[in-house]
């Protein structure tokens, strides 16, 4: 149940003084087993020389009902949009695309970047590759709340490390320095990475995200913090422009092998990306998104 502040302040007083309260819900329910679309949005600033070349970035778009989303995931979105913003200001000259994705449906699953991936990039039941798959350089998740960003998460991936040291040692006085071997899970970035192309999400400040607004009726506008949105946009739009600029494409892991679709009542597995849920160095991370 949500009320407006004004109202469930009135409740309160009410209650202090042992005045009975009665309320009355009208609930409509609707169930049915009628296919519904929905929509990833993708947006990009073409290359200037290796233009069928990409690097992605980006956040999820849908949330859960309780609050507004503002945390989980409006933030990493208007990150995502910042850091597009400002490379479009600076007109810096880029020679990959760099393509923005807002997902759909990743709280039921990741299922707005799943389908991209399976459409555009690789089929990871059968690992049958797209053309599109040798040409992806990486993909870069925010997907933590509100917080700064403290580092990164390598997902395996210790090829990454050098290049992560020198793309974040610009921001080593704003607090991101951080770069773990770990993965993390829950989100967006795990659709690429299952497929073998380079997935990162960042480490963030955790802010209040696992204790009081993740997946709560308290992710809305208020919990917000504006300083730290903005740090994490300037490292965001640094780290895209380095790899959209990078001589070669992001080194990738071994491919993974198919993992082919699981049978009813078929017990869950790991899988061999390493798709379990563990927290960060340093307590930043966290096992949901």
């Known amino acids: 149940m949500r009320a407006r502040r004004e109202r469930g302040l009135r409740i309160a007083r009410l209650l202090e003084k042992k005045t009975p309260v009665t309320l009355e819900f009208d609930i409509d329910n609707r169930m049915g087993d009628a296919a519904r679309d929905s929509f990833n949005v993708t947006a990009e600033i073409p290359g200037a020389g290796k233009k069928d070349e990409v690097v992605m970035l980006g956040g999820h778009l849908d949330s859960w009902t309780g609050g507004t989303g503002a945390t989980d995931n409006a933030a990493g979105c208007a990150v995502a949009l910042e850091v597009v913003r400002i490379l479009k200001l600076l007109k810096l000259e880029m020679p990959r695309t760099v393509r923005l994705a807002l997902w759909t449906g990743e709280e039921q699953g990741l299922l707005g970047s799943k389908a991209y991936v399976k459409e555009h990039l690789a089929d990871r039941e059968t690992m049958t590759l797209k053309p599109e798959h040798?040409?992806?350089?990486?993909?870069?998740?925010?997907?933590?709340?509100?917080?700064?960003?403290?580092?990164?998460?390598?997902?395996?991936?210790?090829?990454?490390?050098?290049?992560?040291?020198?793309?974040?040692?610009?921001?080593?006085?704003?607090?991101?320095?951080?770069?773990?071997?770990?993965?993390?899970?829950?989100?967006?970035?795990?659709?690429?990475?299952?497929?073998?192309?380079?997935?990162?999400?960042?480490?963030?400040?955790?802010?209040?995200?696992?204790?009081?607004?993740?997946?709560?009726?308290?992710?809305?506008?208020?919990?917000?913090?504006?300083?730290?949105?903005?740090?994490?946009?300037?490292?965001?739009?640094?780290?895209?422009?380095?790899?959209?600029?990078?001589?070669?494409?992001?080194?990738?892991?071994?491919?993974?092998k198919p993992e082919p679709k699981k049978k009813p009542g078929e017990k869950e597995k790991e899988s061999e990306s390493g798709q379990a849920a563990v927290s960060g160095a340093g307590g930043f991370g966290s096992p949901q998104r």
């Open 134 to 256: 040798q040409k992806l350089s990486g993909y870069f998740n925010l997907d933590n709340g509100t917080g700064k960003i403290r580092g990164v998460y390598l997902q395996g991936n210790d090829m990454m490390r050098p290049i992560f040291e020198s793309w974040l040692a610009p921001f080593k006085d704003l607090g991101a320095s951080t770069i773990t071997i770990r993965n993390t899970s829950g989100t967006d970035h795990l659709s690429f990475d299952a497929v073998g192309l380079p997935g990162f999400q960042f480490i963030q400040d955790p802010a209040e995200y696992s204790t009081r607004t993740h997946h709560s009726n308290m992710d809305v506008y208020d919990r917000l913090l504006p300083s730290d949105l903005m740090q994490a946009s300037a490292i965001m739009a640094s780290i895209v422009y380095d790899a959209a600029t990078r001589p070669e494409m992001l080194p990738r892991k071994e491919l993974p």
